[in-house]
């Protein structure tokens, strides 16, 4: 038998973080991660390739966040650069800047512009956003054409490809992450802190874990060893919540990824990330070197990402539970199911959490009177 005072299953950023508190909490308790990747951190790792660039091996990844909290945890263990995410798609011959703002309604309709620009400032306030599927249900007929422009070009095909359904099909919540804005402003992003950890996420999530009493388990399945694991005080589990409880009540849907990395010899876009609404079968292309400005770089790396949906029997992991009110009811009743077991992070919340949400979320469970 092994035992342990903790149990943490994965070590991507939710299980790290745990560990990094309990560990601060009582240096003489022991803990244990146990992961099944040949790797620490999860989707968010990454690794230095033969040409010095710094690759996401599971997509691109930004962080960025209005947490104070959140922002000044992690910067104890990693120093930053700025960077600011700015996305471009394909629709028809332009590459416009995503999220659609002002300059995309420039670039897509030169002629009639600056009514659409007049209006839209009028309805929505400059500076504002607004939700496409809140956009597509306007009166004024240019407006109205406007918004099933973008609705058709932007947002259709995407979402049809990553998530196998069309937007109306899923909760408001996944196509509200990317408003139209109206602005100029053609970050991604527009939270207080946005940055990326100065020699990747690998390494900050490596000092987290530099811990005496924090062992890692790395390439085993929790559920190969778990009879042979014991933990006196508390488990917590950042797998799938349904294939934790053998989906005694039936199987969560998710999305999965395939990755297509290709080396270059030379840049091919200007930005970190373009998508491709309405081409071929991926979704985005992401093009590492553009993370970090300050190197100079002698080749360039290239990642395609084809989503599908995810087979419980498969060996691609899960990446994105799938947000749907029917999903949702299906994880409320394995959550609701009464034990001591804390489940955590993106898989096992269920939610279409980004970085700092899943950070955020751990570190509360270590608030006073936390109920997670
Ligand atoms: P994970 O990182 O998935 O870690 C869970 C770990 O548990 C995994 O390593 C898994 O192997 C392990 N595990 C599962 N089951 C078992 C088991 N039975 N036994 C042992 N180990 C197990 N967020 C942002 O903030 N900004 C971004 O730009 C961004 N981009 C993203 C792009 C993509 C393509 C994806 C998929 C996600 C992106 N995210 C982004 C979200 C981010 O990856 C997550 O919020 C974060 O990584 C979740 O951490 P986690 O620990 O919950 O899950
Ligand atoms: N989306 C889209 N077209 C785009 C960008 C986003 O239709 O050009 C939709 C799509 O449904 C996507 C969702 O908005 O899944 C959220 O986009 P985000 O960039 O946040 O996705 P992630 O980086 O989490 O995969």
Redesign the pocket.
């Known amino acids: 038998m092994m035992k342990y005072n903790y149990v943490i299953v994965g070590a991507g950023l939710a299980g790290v973080v745990i560990a990094n508190k309990l560990a601060n909490h009582n240096e003489n308790k022991s803990i244990l991660i146990v992961e099944k990747r040949n790797h620490i951190a999860g989707n968010c790792y990454d690794f230095v390739d033969e040409n010095g660039i710094i690759i996401h091996k599971y997509g691109p990844h930004c962080f960025h966040t209005n947490k104070e909290k959140v922002w000044k945890y992690l910067s104890q263990f990693t120093e930053w650069l700025p960077y600011e995410h700015r996305v471009l798609?394909k629709i028809q011959n332009n590459f416009v800047p995503?999220p659609f703002n002002l300059t995309s309604v420039r670039q897509c309709f030169p002629l009639i512009a600056d009514d659409l620009v007049n209006k839209l400032i009028a309805k929505c306030g400059n500076n504002n956003k607004i939700a496409i599927l809140e956009l597509i249900n306007e009166n004024d007929k240019q407006l109205k054409e406007l918004a099933d422009f973008i609705y058709e070009n932007?947002?259709l095909g995407?979402?049809i490809k990553?998530?196998g359904m069309a937007?109306l099909e899923l909760d408001k919540s996944?196509?509200s992450?990317?408003p139209v804005f109206i602005s100029e402003d053609d970050r991604y992003f527009q939270d207080k802190y946005q940055a990326i950890p100065k020699y990747g996420y690998t390494k900050m999530i490596e000092k987290m874990l530099d811990k005496n009493n924090i062992e890692v388990l790395l390439d085993t399945d929790f559920f190969d060893i778990k009879d042979k694991l014991q933990y006196t005080d508390k488990l917590y589990f950042s797998g799938m919540i349904d294939e934790f409880y053998d989906y005694c009540y039936g199987q969560l849907p998710y999305r999965s990824l395939r990755f297509d990395f290709e080396t270059l010899d030379k840049p091919c876009q200007s930005v970190v990330q373009v998508?491709y609404?309405n081409d071929y079968d991926y979704t985005r292309i992401t093009e590492f070197i553009h993370f970090y400005k300050n190197k100079n770089y002698t080749k360039s790396v290239i990642a395609k990402e084809y989503p599908f949906q995810y087979d419980h029997s498969s060996k691609e992991p899960p990446y994105y539970p799938i947000p749907q009110k029917k999903n949702a009811e299906l994880y409320k009743k394995y959550k609701s199911i009464n034990n001591d077991i804390v489940f955590v992070g993106r898989l096992g919340r269920y939610s279409y959490y980004n970085m700092d949400q899943v950070v955020a979320e751990c570190l509360s469970l270590f608030d006073t009177n936390s109920t997670i």
């Open positions: 798609a995503i932007v947002f995407y979402t990553q998530w937007p996944v196509t992450r990317i998508n609404p």
